[in-house]
């Protein structure tokens, strides 16, 4: 994969990422709305809520696993100098990449088992594992995302930047 095509690969899982906030703030918006103006509960507004918070977790994960923007302790790394600030950073990405591809596997066995026990919602009875199995796409973009970024950080650390925001090229 050329770093262009890569690099619309990072963007889009991260659009889809925050497509999913947009998604989970229309449905509590909608919810409390109709509950408090019309006094209509949606059915299974809470399970989908729930299951959407979930899935937001999940491409959350993949959006910031990527940045390196997800909450770090930096004490040692920033008294060190740039030789060891590497090896930190790619010892650190190298532990994530394990601990979330872990992660990966559990989860999928969570999406064969609602399949598989026919898991619904409560009022609606909609299956839950449609779900449960995008989240774990977004789990699955955060495996490719880190070890994208190992690769970078080991052979290309020239190629890891910052997201570019607007008006401050």
Do not use: C
């Not at 899982?13 to 949606?42: D, K, P, T």
């Not at 591809?101 to 399949?115: E, I, M, N, P």
């Amino acid at each position: 994969m050329k770093r262009a095509s890569m690099d619309r690969f990072i963007d889009t899982i991260e659009w889809v990422a925050a497509g999913f906030v947009g998604i989970v703030a229309a449905n509590i918006f909608i919810s409390v709305l109709l509950r408090n103006l019309f006094n209509y509960s949606v059915p299974d507004s809470f399970d989908i809520g729930r299951m959407l918070l979930g899935i937001l977790i999940f491409w959350g994960i993949a959006a910031t696993s990527y940045r390196g923007t997800h909450i770090t302790v930096d004490l040692v790394w920033a008294n060190v100098g740039p030789r060891y600030q590497r090896w930190i950073d790619v010892f650190a990405t190298l532990v994530l990449l394990f601990v979330v591809t872990v992660q990966t596997w559990t989860l999928f066995d969570k999406v064969r088992g609602t399949y598989y026990d026919h898991v619904t919602t409560f009022d609606l009875h909609m299956p839950t594992w449609p779900f449960f199995a995008v989240a774990w796409a977004g789990d699955v973009s955060a495996v490719l995302l880190i070890a994208i970024r190992t690769y970078r950080l080991i052979f290309h650390p020239e190629e890891m930047h910052a997201p570019k925001i607007k008006g401050t090229e």
